[in-house]
């Protein structure tokens, strides 16, 4: 696991220099990249910056598939809070990304079951997940993973704590009872099985789930500390997220030390 601490600004680069070289590696080499997509706060500046290049610098998304970490249950088609239409929003229509190529957890399914399992076969089927984009919660849930989770669950239906809620009640005009009870997400088990992941977390409202995830032991407790067994993982901390870490001074020179050969 590698601790980058930094500014905001200079972490949304990082994560969209580690999407854009695997776009660039996979097109050169006549496949399709495939990414994780996430939804919150912590990607949407990366999401400028993905903008930026492909307006600025020609970065093309044409023929890169997607797939993103959870959706609400219930929500109809149209909801502008619906998490496939926020990435539409904030990514897919701003890119050369086709939307046909992007695709999500089936939040208004008749079978839920079914739909999780065509999910995975889905994701498989694309050849697996090259980048994929985190956030954490304060609590330490990972996607929609909330404490307690397995550490090897798949994608299911999920029931969300009262505290999640409350913290996505600012998309619901601050009406908690009006944020879904149930999602559909991918599993911790899903998520260790993309070949990079990155995750952006800011605020020190973020720095104990942070030191848990960088720092503590694994534990079900705290989902997001599965990624201490995967082989190549980026966090990428503000410096109030990073406040608790222990050995935030040895993540500092290591990063300084760092060869340009290896990348992110």
């Not at 904030?90 to 050369?96: F, G, I, N, Q, Y």
Request: overall charge negative.
């Amino acid at each position: 696991m590698e601790v980058v601490i930094g500014a905001a600004d200079e972490l949304a680069r990082l994560a969209a220099d580690a999407v854009e070289e695997r776009v660039r590696a996979r097109a050169a080499l006549g496949s399709r990249a495939v990414l994780g997509l996430a939804t919150g706060s912590s990607p949407l500046a990366v999401y400028d910056e993905l903008v930026r290049r492909h307006r600025e610098e020609g970065l093309s998304f044409a023929g890169v598939e997607a797939f993103l970490l959870d959706e609400y249950v219930g929500l109809a088609a149209d909801d502008p809070r619906r998490y496939r239409n926020v990435i539409d929003q904030e990514l897919v229509s701003r890119v050369d990304l086709d939307p046909d190529d992007v695709h999500g957890p089936d939040g208004l399914a008749a079978d839920v079951p079914a739909a999780c399992a065509a999910y995975e076969i889905a994701i498989v089927a694309a050849g697996g997940i090259d980048v994929q984009l985190l956030g954490v919660g304060a609590d330490g849930h990972l996607a929609f993973n909330e404490p307690g989770s397995s550490l090897a669950s798949r994608t299911r239906l999920k029931t969300l704590t009262r505290g999640t809620r409350a913290d996505n009640a600012r998309f619901f005009d601050g009406d908690v009872d009006a944020v879904p009870r149930h999602c559909l997400t991918q599993g911790l088990g899903t998520i260790m099985q993309a070949r990079h992941l990155v995750l952006l977390a800011a605020g020190r409202a973020k720095s104990e789930a942070v030191h848990q995830l960088v720092e503590g032991p694994v534990s079900a407790m705290w989902p997001a500390t599965v990624l201490q067994h995967h082989p190549h993982v980026t966090v990428l901390l503000d410096e109030a997220a990073a406040s608790r870490l222990q050995l935030a001074g040895y993540y500092r020179e290591a990063y300084a030390a760092k060869p340009p050969w290896q990348g992110l």
